[in-house]
């Protein structure tokens, strides 16, 4: 059975750092697939971050995260990692990790959609202060 364990949550002001990194058990990143981290915010319905179609290591940001967010796959550690800098109090949120999401077939963007991705963690908060 595949779990997933979110970490690096925490709070920071305005401007910080953070990482956090999801650790896979029963589930290899490095099959070929799409996994990456969603968000939500309290009110309101969950949201891409980030993905990485982990074959090609072809990544997707949301614009609101783009150039501030980095999302990479350990192999070695079998982990997915996001880096988030210059982090804003709009980043406040639940973070996900999801796994096993599918391409588009025409344009080979990993989905979009959390509800498409069937193994998923419990989250990690980050609250961003002003």
């Known amino acids: 059975e595949a779990r997933f364990s979110e970490s690096g949550g925490g709070s920071v002001q305005a401007g910080g750092s953070l990482v956090l990194s999801c650790t896979a058990s029963g589930y290899s990143f490095t099959a070929p697939s799409c996994v990456g981290w969603f968000r939500q915010a309290p009110g309101k319905e969950r949201e891409l971050v980030a993905t990485?179609?982990?074959?090609?290591?072809?990544?997707d940001y949301a614009d609101s995260v783009k150039g501030r967010f980095t999302l990479s796959v350990d192999m070695a550690k079998n982990t997915l990692d996001l880096r988030m800098n210059s982090l804003k109090p709009e980043d406040t949120a639940m973070y996900y990790c999801e796994a096993h999401g599918p391409r588009n077939p025409l344009g080979g963007r990993c989905s979009r959609v959390s509800a498409r991705y069937p193994y998923r963690g419990q989250g990690t908060q980050v609250t961003v202060s002003s």
């Open positions: 990485i179609y982990t074959q090609t290591s072809s990544t």
